[in-house]
T-cell receptor, first 109, second 114 residues
Framework: GQQVQQSPASLVLQEGENAELQCNFS?????MQWFYQRPEGSLVSLFY???GTKQSGRLTSTTVIKERRSSLHISSSQITDSGTYLC???????????FGEGTKLTVSS | EAAVTQSPRSKVAVTGGKVTLSCHQT?????MYWYRQDTGHGLRLIHY???????EKGDIPDGYKASRPSQENFSLILELASLSQTAVYFC?????????????FGPGTRLTVL
């Protein structure tokens, strides 16, 4: 089965609303990364977050290793936040990332 | 800022032909990776390498070869391209496990096999 489950698969927001994206892992993990994929396809690393909470502007990532989950919170969403958000886990010491299928976010005015 | 470049950025190949995708990093990273992404899905690991002149199989290596001639360069080779290999290919690099496994990605190569 899928080792990395992302939810929701898609999300539609009005500009200014908040979003909560979830990532759950079926196996133990060493760390994880959140990526933003622009509509044209390029990837932007948002957070490398082995554990705990990290914030960057309107984005907050929280990873709880023991519970095998991570979340990405987007506050006051903007139209330019539209795109796909991918989470990926690194299994213990393997240096390899296993990706989820992504959450497609659409923010409209 | 980490720098990973890929060439070509897009390519159209014929079924049965040979395709080589190239990746270059200037991060002085030991690890390099090749992933593929199919439309609407996440990325899957094809091959990776942690030292020059050595490569390792990832999760979906069948139909692909990899070459790491130097620390900076990592190539993905499709000896006999097939329709099912139409996808976007991403290269990435990361430092050794002591410092961080955070991966830095290139812009991607869109491959279409006809």
């Amino acid at each position: 089965g899928q080792q990395v489950q992302q939810s929701p698969a898609s999300l539609v927001l009005q500009e200014g609303e908040n979003a909560e994206l979830q990532c759950n892992f079926s196996t133990s993990l060493n760390s994880m990364q959140w990526f933003y994929q622009r509509p044209e396809g390029s990837l932007v690393s948002l957070f490398y977050n082995p554990s705990g909470t990290k914030q960057s502007g309107r984005l907050t990532s929280t990873t709880v290793i023991k519970e095998r989950r991570s979340s990405l919170h987007i506050s006051s969403s903007q139209i330019t936040d539209s795109g796909t958000y991918l989470c990926a886990m690194e299994q213990g010491g393997s240096a390899k990332l296993i990706f989820g299928e992504g959450t497609k976010l659409t923010v409209s005015s | 800022e980490a720098a990973v470049t890929q060439s070509p950025r897009s390519k159209v190949a014929v079924t049965g032909g040979k395709v080589t995708l190239s990746c270059h990093q200037t991060n002085n990273h030991d690890y390099m990776y090749w992933y593929r992404q199919d439309t609407g899905h996440g990325l899957r690991l094809i091959h990776y390498s942690y030292v020059a002149d050595s490569t390792e199989k990832g999760d979906i290596p069948d139909g692909y070869k990899a070459s790491r001639p130097s620390q900076e360069n990592f190539s993905l080779i499709l000896e006999l391209a097939s329709l099912s290999q139409t996808a976007v290919y991403f290269c990435a690099s990361s430092a050794d496990w002591v410092s961080s496994y955070e991966q830095y990605f290139g812009p991607g190569t869109r491959l279409t096999v006809l």
